[in-house]
T-cell receptor, first 115, second 113 residues
Framework: NAGVTQTPKFQVLKTGQSMTLQCAQDMNHEYMSWYRQDPGMGLRLIHYSVGAGITDQGEVPNGYNVSRSTTEDFPLRLLSAAPSQTSVYFC??????????????FGQGTRLTVV | DQQVKQNSPSLSVQEGRISILNCDYTNSMFDYFLWYKKYPAEGPTFLISISSIKDKNEDGRFTVFLNKSAKHLSLHIVPSQPGDSAVYFCAASEGRGAQKLVFGQGTRLTINP
């Protein structure tokens, strides 16, 4: 089981460059989300999706775009990288199971440095 | 304003003893709570969850307690093992789906032999 796969694992960008962080899940989960984790802090929600074609902003959306054309993929785009976007990025997929159980599965993360 | 708080950045426990990790929240609309464990350079791994209609949920060595009136939850690990050494995150959600989790800052648990 691959679960949630994020690529790349590491990336260094120059200020002003753009790039796309890839995220794919093979569990047929309806929901997908992007979080960032900064030192000494918990994960903060950037954007999320409740299904193909439906996305919405989280707590820290500025500087990021998302789209969800398929159930499996949820890429995160950095439009013009800034040093403040240096962080570890986690993608997650989640579901509502039987008896209302819900759980989010996380990828291994992408460590991004903007210089 | 931080809606989910873990006030202990670190906790050290002897192997075999009980580890108790605490979490407080302020948003009364949260109705589902999850605990995650995280090792360095890995993504968070789900441990256990609890719905707001319950006050306790057990899964093996892990038990989560929820006190809604105090807006407080705790994770008990008994007995603690060296492999439990990690950072533990409390997370909360309004409604089902877990697509909009709000996380605490994390507590680093160290189990000493």
């Amino acid at each position: 089981n691959a679960g949630v796969t994020q690529t790349p694992k590491f990336q260094v960008l120059k200020t002003g460059q753009s790039m796309t962080l890839q995220c794919a899940q093979d569990m047929n989960h309806e929901y997908m989300s992007w979080y960032r984790q900064d030192p000494g802090m918990g994960l903060r929600l950037i954007h999320y999706s409740v299904g193909a074609g439906i996305t919405d902003q989280g707590e820290v959306p500025n500087g990021y775009n998302v789209s969800r054309s398929t159930t499996e993929d949820f890429p995160l785009r950095l439009l013009s990288a800034a040093p403040s976007q240096t962080s570890v990025y986690f993608c997650a997929s989640s579901y509502i199971g039987s008896l209302g159980r819900t759980e989010a599965f996380f990828g291994q993360g992408t460590r991004l440095t903007v210089v | 304003d931080q809606q989910v708080k873990q006030n202990s950045p670190s906790l050290s426990v002897q192997e075999g003893r009980i580890s108790i990790l605490n979490c407080d929240y302020t948003n009364s609309m949260f109705d589902y709570f999850l605990w995650y464990k995280k090792y360095p350079a890995e993504g968070p791994t789900f441990l256990i969850s609890i719905s707001s209609i319950k006050d306790k949920n057990e899964d093996g060595r892990f038990t989560v307690f929820l006190n809604k009136s105090a807006k407080h939850l705790s994770l008990h690990i008994v007995p603690s093992q060296p492999g439990d050494s990690a950072v533990y995150f409390c997370a909360a959600s309004e409604g089902r789906g877990a697509q909009k989790l709000v996380f605490g800052q994390g507590t680093r648990l160290t189990i000493n032999p």
